[in-house]
């Protein structure tokens, strides 16, 4: 069984952080140095939560095969009238990364360390398989065997 995720929104990438202080634990503070991503971690989130909802999904626990396209906005200053590829910033690896935390927090995985083996495409709206016409990103999770 293949569960898809499709998520409607900007595509933001995991960044870096930056330390706050310390907390009266003792363990650091840190903050996302980017404000894009805490947005497309709730779409993400938000969307994988109402599919696990509606298909009654356990919390996968096992070996899982993770395929992601991410639809980006694209350029005013792209050709219309042909296929290119968004090779710009953001990162790809970047992009799964915050995914994967949002999926995370869905309670979709236990921990994205289940994933063993990932695969990942950036593209511009209707250019290419899996391309949303709106920016956002489509995620199929496919379970290996238990």
Do not use: N
Request: with cysteine; proline share 7%; net charge positive.
């Amino acid at each position: 069984m293949i569960i898809r995720i499709v998520v409607y929104g900007s595509p933001a990438p995991q960044g870096s952080k930056s330390f706050k202080g310390l907390a009266k634990s003792g363990r650091a503070i840190l903050a996302e140095s980017s404000k894009k991503v805490r947005p497309w971690r709730q779409d993400v989130k938000l969307a994988a939560q109402q599919l696990r909802s509606q298909l009654g999904l356990q919390m996968l626990d096992e070996p899982l095969v993770v395929r992601m396209t991410f639809t980006l906005h694209k350029p005013l200053s792209a050709p219309k009238r042909r296929r290119v590829f968004p090779c710009k910033l953001p990162d790809l690896s970047k992009l799964v990364r915050s995914t994967e935390d949002a999926l995370t927090d869905a309670g979709i995985w236990r921990d994205d360390a289940r994933v063993v083996e990932c695969s990942a495409a950036k593209r511009y709206p209707g250019e290419g398989a899996d391309a949303l016409d709106a920016p956002g990103c489509v995620i199929e999770i496919e379970r290996i065997g238990a």
